[in-house]
Antibody, heavy 119, light 107 residues
Framework: EVQLLESGGGLVQSGGSLRLSCAAS????????MGWVRQAPGKGLEWLLT????????NYADSVKGRFTISRDNSKNTLYLQMNSLGSDDTAVYYC????????????WGQGTLVTVSS | EIVMTQSPATLSLSPGERASLSCGAS??????LAWYQQKPGQAPRLLIY???TRATGIPARFSGSGSGTEFTLTISSLQSEDFAVYYC?????????FGGGTKVEIK
């Protein structure tokens, strides 16, 4: 059974940093690209970043380019999101999600972790 | 960036009725379109990919159609568990983009 478990969310001050983790199990982690998607309170879904299975290729949304970094440790089956220079607009539930093996839609999602940025 | 527009924002229907949700793209995405269902407090769940292919375990009452810039998600007969928010997502071009969602609520 595919499982994705995010951790690391919480309350952070404006301008601060936070690192999220996503522990994956139930599939061959290195074979799949992974992504982060967020959802602000009461709002829709926003794709943020994607990393290839090997970790050698990434794609970023303009809204996070230069502030957020996606990485993975395939030896630990773990995906990471390093978030810097956080602002109130970054308050959201952050989901990690597995991308389908051939196209970047999301076939499995974690339960999400809430990040709250206080001013 | 491809802008995805969903309509209506809210759909009020009774159990057993047919639901038709629309998703439009600002430029062609071919058939590279997915639909997701999200219930309160839960993560999204993949329903449809390739515009019309049901994901594993998705009931046959869910169907998708369309290509290019116009897409439809149809729920043939609403069950109580289908009242939720539905999102479309294009994956033809980077950045990946989602529609704003359609809430299907009980009338």
């Amino acid at each position: 059974e595919v499982q994705l478990l995010e951790s690391g969310g919480g309350l952070v001050q404006s301008g601060g940093s936070l690192r999220l983790s996503c522990a994956a199990s139930g599939f061959t982690f290195t074979n799949f690209a992974m992504g982060w998607v967020r959802q602000a309170p009461g709002k829709g879904l926003e794709w943020l970043l994607t990393i290839s299975g090997s970790g050698g290729a990434t794609n970023y949304a303009d809204s996070v380019k230069g502030r957020f970094t996606i990485s993975r440790d395939n030896s630990k089956n773990t995906l990471y999101l390093q978030m810097n220079s956080l602002g109130s607009d970054d308050t959201a539930v952050y989901y990690c999600a597995r991308e389908n093996w051939d196209w970047p839609y999301f076939d499995y999602w974690g339960q999400g972790t809430l990040v709250t940025v206080s001013s | 960036e491809i802008v995805m527009t969903q309509s209506p924002a809210t759909l009020s229907l009774s159990p057993g009725e047919r639901a038709s949700l629309s998703c439009g793209a600002s430029q062609s995405v071919n058939s590279n379109l997915a639909w997701y269902q999200q219930k309160p407090g839960q993560a999204p769940r993949l329903l449809i990919y390739g515009a019309s292919t049901r994901a594993t375990g998705i009931p046959a009452r869910f169907s998708g159609s369309g290509s290019g810039t116009e897409f439809t998600l149809t729920i043939s007969s609403l069950q109580s568990e289908d009242f939720a928010v539905y999102y479309c997502q294009q994956y033809n071009n980077w950045p990946l983009t989602f529609g704003g969602g359609t809430k299907v609520e009980i009338k």
